[in-house]
């Protein structure tokens, strides 16, 4: 299988930790270009590009913020100034709000939720998104290939009591790809979804107890949860040349869930 990803530049958000930095690093075993964004954890992305570049790849430090335009023109158009374009973007960096994991804290009802919080999920979940294509298409149109993979979420198709604007926010992820894969994929520009169900990143494991985690792996189809590993190897395959001809899909990573 040929990913011909050597060379190539890719960005991938929200890579200081957990999925993102799995996936910075499957590109850099590739041979990639590897653009790791980060928010407030730039050693979390520094520690990213060091094992990007053991992997074997070329990394390059970006501050990017979901919230703030200006922040994700400046990131993308640092990325395309430093490397002439972009071949490949992951969108996976997240606001998660309240679909975080808190055991032993209630969930408001739902009219209590204040409408800036539920703003905000969705501002930083489609809004960013829509932001960070607009500035990233013009860059990756007109190159050999294209591929863009974004982040949903298991929980969209599962729902979580509390959970209603992160759920609302993924779920407009999958109508965003099918479009996209309509007026991308005639210039060779593939555009995917993978969905992880719960996924044991530090975010996870520092906020649902272990044995919680342990009995929830034994409950799956696959007897076990999955690691960051798992959901970078879908993304790499999705978002390289080793995918010749899906588009519009989602790919689940949930261990059959
Ligand atoms: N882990 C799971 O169980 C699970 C399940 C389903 C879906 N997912 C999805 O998988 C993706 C990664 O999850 P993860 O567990 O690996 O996450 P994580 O380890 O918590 O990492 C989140 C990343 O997003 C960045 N980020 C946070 N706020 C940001 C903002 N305002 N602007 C820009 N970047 C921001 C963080 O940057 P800083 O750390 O630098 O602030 C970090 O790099 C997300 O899209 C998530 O929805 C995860």
Do not use: C
Not at 25 to 36: D, P, Q, S, W
Not at 57 to 66: A, E, N, Q, S
Not at 219 to 231: A, K, Q, W, Y
């Amino acid at each position: 299988m040929k990913t011909d990803l050597q060379g190539k530049a890719v960005l991938v958000t929200g890579a200081s930790s957990g999925i993102g930095r799995a996936t910075a690093v499957a590109y850099g075993a590739e041979g990639a270009r590897v653009a790791i964004t980060y928010h407030t954890r730039e050693a979390g992305a520094r520690e990213t590009a060091r094992l990007v570049t053991e992997a074997g790849g070329t990394p390059l430090v970006v501050r990017y913020d979901l919230a703030d335009e200006q922040s994700v023109r400046d990131a993308v158009g640092r990325v395309a100034e430093e490397w002439g374009g972009i071949d490949v973007l992951v969108g996976n960096a997240v606001v998660w709000g309240e679909a975080i994991p808190r055991p032993g804290k209630p969930v408001p009802l739902f009219e209590d939720v204040p409408a800036e919080q539920w703003r905000e999920v969705l501002r930083t979940t489609v809004d960013a998104l829509f932001h960070t294509l607009q500035q990233v298409l013009p860059v990756m149109r007109g190159r050999p290939w294209g591929r863009i993979v974004l982040i949903g979420a298991g929980l969209a198709d599962t729902g979580k009591p509390g959970a209603g604007a992160y759920g609302a926010g993924k779920s407009a992820l999958y109508g965003l790809v099918r479009s996209l894969a309509w007026e991308l994929g005639p210039e060779g520009i593939l555009v995917n979804m993978v969905v992880p169900g719960q996924t044991l990143t530090e975010t996870v494991t520092a906020h649902v107890p272990a044995p919680f985690l342990e009995e929830k792996g034994r409950s799956l189809p696959s007897g076990r949860m999955s690691v960051p590993e798992d959901v970078a190897n879908a993304v790499v395959f999705l978002g390289s040349a080793a995918n010749g001809n899906t588009n519009g899909e989602t790919l689940r990573v949930t261990g059959g869930a």
